[in-house]
């Protein structure tokens, strides 16, 4: 058991090293992704014979999305997106160009039926690596408001880019705030679908407010 505990320490590790290459010109931290969802095939195979893992089952789904109070959480970041657009539409219009740009290297706007299976794929594999893995095993070695907090602090650090700090800045902050509100998702689910689900619909929303600008 030790031996397990001590495989997650350094596997959240080399996800912590690879996120902050960003810092360092190395643009790596997608990588963080893959070693965490590796991490996370990894850890159900290891817990599989004393805690089956359900966070990606798929019968829970429908009982979490009767519980009306959860929407709210589930579609925070989307209407945190919304605000977000709207203030920098009135302060700080530089972040829209940004944020096309970044979104442009990771997606291809070809199809609307590419788009969102970009969109899907991206969301349910970050929220793999960064809620079913990292954030899991942190909330196991801390309290889930901590848990949640560098959960997310490391997230929005694997998105760093370089360029204007205000603008940069003000992009990392939000994806923190986002972060945050898959994490309660998540913690109040204990489903990966369906914070994937809470991300999927922030992002997509993002993509359809752009192609109306």
Request: one cysteine or more.
């Amino acid at each position: 058991m030790s031996e397990t505990k001590d495989f997650y320490l350094v596997a959240m590790s080399a996800m912590v090293i690879v996120s902050f290459a960003n810092f360092f010109g190395l643009t790596i931290g997608g990588i963080s992704v893959i070693l965490g969802i590796t991490f996370f095939i990894t850890s159900r195979v290891a817990d599989k014979t004393t805690s089956p893992d359900t966070s990606l089952s798929l019968k829970t789904i429908g009982p979490n999305f009767k519980n009306k109070s959860l929407w709210f959480w589930i579609f925070s970041p989307l209407l945190m997106n919304l605000f977000c657009i709207i203030l920098a539409t009135l302060f700080l219009p530089e972040f829209i160009e940004h944020l096309i740009g970044r979104t442009g290297t990771m997606i291809s706007l070809d199809t609307l039926f590419a788009l969102i299976l970009q969109l899907a794929i991206l969301a349910l594999g970050e929220e793999i690596a960064w809620r079913g893995f990292f954030q899991k095993q942190l909330s196991t070695r801390l309290p889930i408001l901590p848990a949640l907090i560098l959960t997310s602090f490391l997230f929005s650090i694997a998105h760093y880019t370089v360029g204007n700090f205000a603008v940069i800045s003000y992009d990392m902050f939000f994806i923190f705030i986002n972060s945050m509100l898959y994490g309660i998702v998540f913690y109040k689910t204990t489903n990966i679908w369906i914070s994937a689900i809470s991300h999927f619909t922030a992002n997509l929303f993002i993509i359809i407010i752009f192609s109306f600008m």
